[in-house]
Structures are given as C-alpha cells and as structure tokens.
C-alpha cells in the first residue's frame, strides 16, 4: 500500500481486506523540520493514538498545533527520537548554531579557503544562509549538485567545486591529512568547520585533533531539553526509542540514551490503550502471509542477488555457461561418475532456454577445444592459420545440432 500524503493533511485508509472496509486508520503528517522530506506520522485506529517523530528537530510550530496537544487528545504510545536523549546533550538552537557558523565564515573570507564536512542530505538551509550572508557560491559535488536541483533549491550552489572558496565536502573526508592535501599553496591556507552535534554527551567519540578543524554546535535533532519540552506537551501514556543501537564508535552511548524513564513525571497517568485486533485485518494478514511464504525466503533472495553479482563479475567470453553444482570439500568422485555427468545433455524447458545453450561455444568442452586454443594461440605469435575455418564451422555445426536435439 503506497499512498502520497501531503503534510498537514489527514486521511483515512482502510487496512483490512478489499471489499470489507470495516477497519480504517487516520494518518496525519507533521513536518519533522530535519532534513528535506522527513515527516511525522500520527496513526488513529482501534490500536489507539500512535506517534511516530522519525527523526525531528522541535519547531515552534509543534508546541502550539492542537493534534499533538495532550490536554485535548491522548496519545496511547510515542516512538521518540532518542538520538541526543541525555542529560549532557546540551547544544544551541539552530538559529544560534547557524549564527556562529555565518561569523566563523564570514571571519575566515577571504583569505581562507573554507571547507563544510556535512552528510549527503540534510543542512541544505544553513548552506543557503552562509551563501546570502557572504555573498558568495557553495561549491558541492557534481552529485550533491544534482541531488539540490531535485530539492530545488535556491540558485547558490556551484558544481565546479575548486573555484569556490566554500566548498562542502562528505564529513569523513574532512580528516587533517586531507587538509593538508586541500592547502596546495603556502599563501591559501585552508580551514574545515564541521556543523555538527556528534561530539556532544557522555561517552561520545572525541572530535579531530587538528588547528585548522573547527567543531561548531549545528543539529538537525531534537537537544535533551528540547526532548522534555516535547514530551510534556504531547503527554503520552508511554515513550518509546527509536535509536536502539548506535553504530561503530557511538555504540557504548546506546544505553543511556534509550533510557526513557527520564520521562516519567511527563507521562499521562493511564496505561496506554488495550486492544484485540479485528477479524477482518487477521484475515487480512493471514492472506498476506499465504502471499509471502510463496516467495523465496528474504535470505535465499540475498544469497541469490550476491551469486549473481559475482556471477556478472566474471568476464565470460562465450555466452551462457552451464554447469553442474560445486561438490562439497572431502566428497570422491569417481572417473565413471565424471564422465556420466560430462554426457548428461543440458535439459530445457522452454525455447528461450535452447537458444541460450546454442549461443555456448561447444569447443570449450569438446575435443575441439584445445585445437581452438592452439589456434588462437599460433594467431597470437603471429604465425600463419594452417586451419581450415570451413571445417571448423562445420564441426561447431554438427555439435550444435546435436546438443539441440538431447536437449529436446
């Protein structure tokens, strides 16, 4: 079920089976104020009230929208984004953090080169502002580029990256050895701001050691502050992370933020909603499932996808070859077995499958083959083809042929 929803908007969608519509849910969008696209979901049915914020930063707007408000609704349950839930995630606004990165910059021009470490989406309007306050391109990528006319953006970007003195580049290239390779001249110096909040809390991995690499306060997630702001206007019956694990060196931090219990005196008194599901969406979801264990499994269509990407890695030089399954390691087999299952012919079920076998060349099995490869090896030292192609043809004529028709 794929449905475009606009934000702001509400709308019903019956989830049972088609033709009952006796089971519907109301989904209303909020904007999440993160990144381009991101979204806030709110889910109405006979589970309850269910608030899903994805990854949001707190707006203005959030705290006076009645939908959220938990005096005039109950929410039964929040997933929240937990992505700075701690006590030492403390970092200014975005208006805040955007002001010192426009001064940072603005201080630096124009006898610096100034590069922005930043992920591939997101801070699309903090690039926009340092453009306007300076009056100068933001040099990205030809592929950010790219990426900034789907969003359409404002007309402040450049794709020739080296004549721009900001440019923006991914975060984790932003390394001091990387630095030095950006200053090619003694009289350019180059200076690298990273507008971001990954280094702020408990536990977190300690930013780049490097003079010329500054950290500046800049997120698009909700502050510790902001989190109890928002659980206390909303009000649930219950909170529950999104961010369970964090990955590579943030992963010692994963425990202290999921801890929701930092919410308590936030929360409504009442237990969230109990429910049973209706009949008509288990019929629903056992017509699903029939559906889904028709399909190969998740892992076998995994293994599957790999197999042919290596497959399609190797370099084959005459067509499709068939061939019989890999052994397994200490399995003996014996020189009848080997020639039985060299003559057993190719079986095909269908024409296109025929055709696939023809455009094999039999000379690479055939006895056939090692005249050809001391052909092509005679051609290669350039020495005059004694051969007589006629009769070759001939022989890959009659070979096919004959694999044509065991195979009928």
Known sequence: LIMELEVGTS????????????????????DANHCPG????????????????????????????????????????????NTYCHSSCSFPSREEAGDTVVSTIKSLLP?????????????????????????????????????LRVLEAEDVFCADIEQCQIQVHPLHELTASRLAQLSTEEDDPVTAIIPTCLYIGEGAPQPPHSPHIKVISYSDHCSYKELLDFVEYVGPCSVVPIVRKFSGERGVIGKLRSNMTVFNSRLDSNEPKSYDVPPSIKLMLQMRDACSSSLPPASLKRRSSLQNKSKKAKAVSKGIQYLSPVKRKGSVESEEEA???????????????????????????????????KRKRTRQNGIDDKWDDSEMEQKDSEANSRLVKSSS
């Open 38 to 81: 991101s979204a806030m979901f709110l889910f109405q049915g006979y589970f309850g009230t269910i608030l899903y914020t994805g990854d949001f930063r707190l707006s203005s707007e959030m705290l006076t929208d009645p939908l959220l408000d938990g005096r005039k609704r109950t929410i039964d349950v929040l997933y929240l984004d």
């Open 339 to 373: 020639r039985r299952n060299s003559e057993t012919p190719v079986k095909c079920n269908s024409q296109k499958s025929i055709a696939a076998v023809i455009n094999v060349s039999v000379a690479e099995f055939g006895p056939e083959s090692e005249q050809r490869r």
């Open 111 to 147: 006898k610096h080169t100034v590069h922005l470490g930043m992920h591939t989406l997101g801070k699309e309007d903090l690039l926009v502002r340092v453009a306007k306050a300076t009056r100068s391109w933001v040099g990205v990528s030809r592929d950010r580029y790219e990426m």
């Open 11 to 30: 709308r019903q969608l019956w989830v049972d089976c088609p033709g009952s519509m006796s089971e519907s849910v109301c989904v209303t969008v909020f």
